[in-house]
């Protein structure tokens, strides 16, 4: 009971600690607009500069650092969980927004509220504070997951419901965005071993750390030219939060527990705990910045990152707690 007692102190204060620096960022952002540090151009601009070079970069030199070609080999028959729960999710979160008549505008942002997290700020700290280097793997696995799913469906989903692009088909252009390319050309450059220049990844390390401040920011300077009163917390909100904290924790765990019934396996109690903490984390940090490109409502994007965001220091503990109940009684 004591080192069950002590993991949930060290979770909360991981909590604690990742609200706060997101706040602090955030409130950076919000005061500087306030104090009239940007024009009105100046967020578009941020919003053009991080998905177009900052994210491509921060992507690839994430693969470049946590994946090799042997753990590309490695983890491929771990990919099954994550991929089959995404799969599970859009389609959830589809008859959602079909079911409750989500506005065309809202549609992207309630199916990738409730399908992709924010893995990379949020989900690595997290759990490598909880669960060590040797889950890293398993983390790795959701990650490649998360990623693809956010800069293929994600990405062209945003575009697809955007009113300009409604019934035109599949904008492929739109599919193959630059934080998709950067991520497909960096898994060929690890496949084939290739190394980076010195300078050239330190250049990359150096653009890629943009896109957590950034975002971040670019939150904050949003509400402040829009006002706080622009946090959206209505019907369409509470089926966003309720698919991202409820709805695929759940569709997670069942394909979880599905696959080691079906197949009569045990999986590695770190690989459970490493898919279940990341499928409860907030929504992505980027989302904003996805709906700007393609004038979705920008308002209730920020609001979904904002509210899940805060959110989450009440959720985790109750989600973690259940589960730790559930499969390490």
Avoid: C
């Amino acid at each position: 009971m004591t080192v069950l007692r002590n993991w949930r102190i060290k979770m909360l204060g991981e909590i604690f600690s990742s609200m706060a620096t997101i706040v602090i960022m955030i409130s950076l952002g919000y005061v500087l607009q306030i104090k009239g540090w940007f024009d009105k151009n100046f967020s578009t601009s941020i919003a053009s500069l991080i998905i177009k070079i900052a994210l491509p970069a921060s992507i690839m030199i994430s693969v470049l650092r946590f994946i090799s070609r042997e753990k590309m080999i490695e983890f491929v028959g771990s990919l099954g969980i994550p991929l089959l729960s995404v799969i599970v999710g859009y389609f959830v979160a589809w008859i959602i927004v079909q079911v409750f008549r989500i506005p065309n505008n809202r549609k992207a942002t309630v199916i990738n509220t409730i399908v992709n997290a924010n893995t990379i700020f949020m989900g690595l700290p997290l759990n490598l504070s909880l669960f060590g280097e040797e889950a890293m793997p398993y983390f790795l696995v959701y990650y490649v997951v998360n990623t693809l799913s956010t800069f293929t469906v994600g990405t062209y989903l945003f575009a697809y419901y955007n009113q300009q692009h409604v019934g035109k088909g599949i904008q492929w252009s739109r599919i193959f965005s630059p934080p998709l390319i950067a991520f497909l050309g960096s898994m060929i450059w690890v496949w084939f071993g290739w190394t980076l220049p010195e300078f050239l990844n330190d250049s990359l390390i150096y653009i890629g750390s943009l896109v957590t401040p950034l975002s971040l920011m670019y939150i904050g300077i949003h509400l402040a030219q829009v006002g706080l009163r622009s946090l959206t917390f209505d019907r369409d909100m509470s089926l966003s939060i309720l698919g991202r904290f409820v709805l695929f924790p759940a569709i997670l765990l069942t394909v979880q527990v599905g696959m080691m019934q079906l197949f009569s396996i045990e999986l590695p109690m770190k690989l459970q705990e490493t898919f279940f903490l990341q499928s409860t984390i907030p929504t992505l940090v980027i989302m904003p910045l996805l709906a700007t490109e393609e004038n979705a409502d920008i308002d209730f994007a920020t609001s979904a990152v904002t509210i899940t965001t805060l959110l989450y220091i009440v959720i985790l503990p109750v989600w973690m707690m259940l589960f730790s109940i559930a499969f390490q009684s």
